[in-house]
């Protein structure tokens, strides 16, 4: 796999987004809206730098950049890019270009800290500060087929991954070694490095690369794997643990290509592992195979969900299905895009109609406490008629042990 030349967003994708937005911005009777958040900015402007974005409800955006405007000129092909010393010129720029008093401002209130939102408020002084990020999340779920281009990359370099996993697989190998074989080919073909993530003091680094028993040890964020990690302050993925003979060792990585993220899992074993963990991967490949026929657009994603806790339960391993106990996570997929836990969620909350250009992770696990978690991921396009699966990795988990090392 050879490294691919990243490309700048186009004028014409972008504003093919904003009109989107403002859209919902004329629906929801919203003045204006303040893009804050990096990749929200990303989203709209192409360039990611000190910055924020005045949407107005209609009409050009104005695109006011602290640091850098240089890059932020040679990134975005937004017509109107301003450079400023302090955000707080902003309101006497807005009124010389005849943009009078905003009675409800938008902003992405799901992630504004709460002094920038005082802040804001008194710069701009709206009558009313409204959340902007439902409209946003909306225009974001649906993929354009740019976007898609970039993703369909991303799969690949994921598949990469998971075929350098395997290959440098043995007994004896640490994890965290394994992991950084994998990062370090990664990075030579391309992989960004950052891992984004929306959800508050959610963190993912790459994603989780664990064996045995230690991967079913939850952790802060919210998946059915977790891992000890490397010490309290990163207590998750990867650890100096080595990995043995006939245990699950299961890939979590992500492929992340000029913004965009692809989730991809894969389970291997160094020799035939325990009966009860290979029926449940293959159960993990079966259900995969089900939700991905069952997707179409309008079906809900509370019952591609329903439809994947019956299968876990036709096994005899509810149970186990996405952790264990009280800990099990409450989805089995999630939307990918420049964020790892966009929308739509696979979820029993959650009950948004699918739609054609939506990005989704499917992904069933089963875990075991004393013995590890095995599963399954792959990442699909919606199209009008069901979806394409984007990776595609072999399942096969079975990895000879003969010529890979020993205890």
């Known amino acids: 796999m050879t490294q691919v030349e990243s490309s700048k967003t186009p004028g014409s994708e972008l504003h093919a987004r904003l009109d989107k937005l403002q859209t919902y911005m004329a629906a929801a009777d919203v003045d204006g809206a303040l893009i804050v958040e990096n990749i929200d900015l990303f ?42 010393k302090s955000f707080q010129e902003i309101p ?6 005849g943009i009078g008093r905003i009675r409800k401002l938008g902003m992405e209130l799901d992630v504004l800290p ?49 075929a350098t996993a ?9 994890e965290v070694e394994l992991a950084a074989i994998v990062e370090g080919e990664a990075r030579k073909r391309g992989h960004q490095g ?25 952790t802060f964020v919210d998946s059915p794997t977790g891992g000890m990690g490397l010490s309290p302050a990163s207590p998750q993925g990867s650890g100096f643990r080595k990995i043995g003979r006939l245990e699950p060792v299961i890939m979590d990585l992500v492929g992340a290509v000029d913004g965009y993220i692809v989730d991809e899992t894969r389970t291997f074993f160094i020799g035939y592992p325990p009966k009860i963990l290979a029926r449940a991967h293959e159960a993990a490949i079966e259900i995969e195979d089900a939700l991905a026929a069952a997707i179409r657009p309008g079906v809900l994603t509370g019952d591609i969900f329903r439809l994947a806790q019956e299968m876990a339960a036709d096994f005899d ?14 989805f089995c997929g999630h939307g990918a895009g420049l964020e790892l836990d966009e929308a739509p969620v696979i979820s029993a909350a959650d ?40 990776t595609g990795a072999d399942y096969e988990g079975i990895v000879d042990f003969c010529h890979r090392g020993s205890r």
């Open 194 to 218: 950052l891992v984004r993530t929306r959800g508050f003091n959610q963190e993912v680094y790459w994603g989780h690369l664990l064996s045995g028993p230690e991967a079913a040890s939850l």
């Open 317 to 330: 391993l509810e149970e186990h299905f996405m952790g264990y106990g009280n800990q099990r996570a409450g």
């Open 92 to 97: 006497q720029i807005m009124a010389d270009r």
């Open 351 to 390: 009950n948004t109609p699918l739609a054609a250009g939506m990005v989704i992770a499917l992904e069933p696990k089963f875990s075991f406490p004393e013995l590890g978690v095995v599963g399954v991921e792959d990442t699909f396009l919606v199209t009008d008629t069901g979806v394409e699966k984007l």
């Open 43 to 84: 989203y709209f402007t192409g360039a990611l730098q000190h910055s924020c974005l005045f949407v107005p409800r209609e009409g050009p955006p104005l695109f006011f950049v602290r640091r850098n405007p240089e890059r932020a000129r040679s990134d975005s092909p937004l017509e109107t890019i301003i450079p400023v």
């Open 114 to 162: 709460v002094n920038h939102y005082f802040r804001w408020r008194q710069t701009l002084n709206p009558d009313e500060i409204v959340d902007i990020w439902p409209a946003i999340r909306k225009v974001r779920m649906i993929k354009s087929l740019y976007e898609t281009e970039i993703i369909h990359r991303a799969a690949k370099l994921a598949d990469f991954m998971v």
């Open 166 to 174: 395997r290959a440098n697989l043995r007994v004896g190998i640490r």
